[in-house]
């Protein structure tokens, strides 16, 4: 069965400093990872997934997440938060084969001003 | 445009008045799933559908039943609701497993009373 753990259920950082989102998967194989924004009354929108062609995956809004294998992480950051970036971030975790999308149970962010 | 359309977006009710939360994709989408989301927990799955006349139970089943008789629509059902119910759910679809990106509705807000 695979999990996702989610590290910190609330981040708070200052406008311009950096964004660390700590997501941990356990799974028998490397499985396929996502990270969803929910921005307040709103639905859920891909940041970026992992599918093993690159290890740094790149996404939307100025976000990255690095896959390390040996420690069964995949975190995301941003170089600089916004304003704009206030939302819930949830880790997702889905095997090859399977239909299932399993989630952590969110990083809530809030930026300073 | 591609969507997940959900109806009715807020719904507050009373314990046992039976109600339907419809879900509508217009993207030829065979897997259509329903989640949870509830403060600390993340998203949970309640019922999943791999395609037509094809469903089957996710983690959080009880309380709910589902349908699948055309490939666009997969309505949630609470047949006698309970404040247990009370939580904002989402209606996603994609076109497969694994790497395939879900889609995911906008998010209905019930209240059970």
């Known amino acids: 069965a695979q999990s996702v753990t989610q590290l910190g259920s609330h981040v708070s950082v200052s406008e311009g400093a950096l964004v660390l989102l700590r997501c941990n998967y356990s799974?028998?194989?490397?499985?396929?990872l996502f990270w969803y924004v929910q921005y307040p009354n709103q639905g859920l929108q891909l940041l970026l997934k992992?599918?093993?062609?690159?290890?740094l995956v790149k996404g939307i809004n100025g976000f990255e997440a690095e896959f390390k294998k040996s420690e069964t992480s995949f975190h995301l950051t941003k170089p600089s938060a916004h304003m704009s970036d206030a939302a819930e971030y949830f880790c997702?975790?889905?095997?090859?084969?399977?239909?299932?999308?399993?989630f952590g149970a969110g990083t809530t962010v809030t930026v300073r001003a | 445009e591609a969507q997940v359309t959900q109806n009715p977006r807020y719904l507050i009710t009373v314990t046992g008045k039976k109600l339907t939360v419809t879900c509508s994709q217009n993207?030829?989408?065979?897997?259509m799933s329903w989640y949870r989301q509830d403060p600390g927990l993340g998203l949970r799955q309640i019922y999943y559908?791999?395609?037509?006349?094809?469903?089957d139970k996710g983690d959080v089943p009880e309380g709910y039943k589902v349908s699948r008789k055309e490939k666009r629509n997969f309505p949630l059902i609470l047949e006698s609701p309970s404040p247990n119910q009370t939580s904002l759910y989402f209606c996603?679809?994609?076109?497969?497993?694994?790497?395939?990106?879900?889609?995911f509705g906008a998010g209905s807000r019930l209240t059970v009373l």
């Open positions: 997702a975790v889905r095997q090859a084969n399977d239909y299932k999308l399993s």
């Open positions: 996603a679809s994609s076109t497969g497993a694994g790497a395939n990106v879900l889609t």
């Open positions: 993207m030829n989408h065979e897997y």
């Open positions: 799974s028998s194989v490397p499985p396929y």
């Open positions: 559908s791999m395609n037509v006349e094809v469903t």
């Open positions: 992992y599918t093993s062609a690159a290890t």
